[in-house]
């Protein structure tokens, strides 16, 4: 990762001492509160100082804004990525620099599960603001999966979940239900980690949101214009306020069973 610091270097498996562990339990569980992992730990009875345990094997990278490298495609796959703050976008690039994004991903939410087979990640990783993670190596992972089977089996399904939405996409559906199936989902998946899902921030560019939604940017331009025009969301540079959520799940009906979020 390019121009980063690590706080903590426990991701090689090394267990710290006791009393750190015990020092650090605070943030453990704040750091696992909102953690695309969490539903898997409380479900299997994950207490709190197994978590401040989980918490000594990860390490805490920040980044210094936008467009720096998390992972590049090609490189070994050694880790797992959940965003603490901000926001990642995963891209492949052709030869000539023509970028295709390939999704999205929010505050709990994990990066890097295509990286499992072939072994290497697929796609590069890139911020797309000052961004935080907690850096799980796969080993220590793995490990964990294997005294809680419930996490292995979370795990699959993200990955499960990755891979409908890359191929639903790919299917023949309008602009409009498009657009408004991605502000549905991200309206849940700020939601599911306590956030307001009517009023939120795009960390993303339009010219993202279209290659995301395989659209030409001035095409996701005009359906926001025309969304705004029938009431249906308040847009100001990239502040979102969703005004009738009613109308835009409607819209994007055809798209909602696989972009429902994790």
């Known amino acids: 990762m390019d121009s980063t610091l690590i706080e903590t270097t426990y991701a090689d498996g090394r267990i710290c001492g006791e009393t750190s562990c015990r020092e650090r339990e605070g943030d453990a569980m704040s ?24 918490h ?11 467009g720096e490298h998390v992972f ?26 023509r970028e295709q994004v390939l999704g999205f991903y929010l505050p709990g939410e994990i990066i890097g599960l295509n990286g499992i087979y072939p072994d290497c ?31 292995q089996s979370h795990l699959f399904r993200l990955l499960s979940k990755e891979l409908g939405t890359a191929n639903l996409l790919a299917g023949e559906h309008t602009a409009d239900e498009r657009v408004a199936a991605f502000l549905v989902d991200l309206s849940e998946r ?31 331009s005009r359906v926001l214009s025309r969304f705004r025009q ?6 100001e540079g990239r502040g979102v306020q969703l005004q009738r959520m009613d109308a835009l799940r409607d819209a994007g009906m055809a798209l909602r069973p696989m972009l429902a979020s994790a």
């Not at 409380?42 to 345990?53: E, I, N, Q, R, T």
């Not at 490189?75 to 690039?93: C, D, H, I, N, Q």
């Open 121 to 151: 990640y697929p796609c590069d990783a890139l911020t797309l603001e000052k961004t935080e993670f907690c850096r799980f190596s796969f080993p220590a992972m793995s490990s964990l999966a294997s005294v809680l089977p419930v996490v």
């Open 31 to 54: 750091f696992c509160g909102s953690c695309a992992f969490s539903e898997a730990c409380v479900s299997s009875g994950y207490a709190k100082g197994d978590l401040a345990a989980l």
């Open 72 to 97: 590049r495609r090609g490189e070994p796959f050694r880790a797992l990525y959940a965003v603490r703050r901000g926001g990642v976008k995963t891209s492949l690039f052709s030869r000539d620099g």
């Open 230 to 235: 029938q009431g249906w969301v308040a847009i």
């Open 190 to 220: 700020y939601e599911q980690r306590g956030l307001s899902s009517q009023r939120f921030r795009l960390p993303m560019s339009r010219s993202d949101i279209a290659s995301y939604l395989r659209l030409a940017p001035e095409t996701v």
């Open 56 to 66: 000594c094997l990860v390490e805490h990278v920040h980044t210094g804004g936008a």
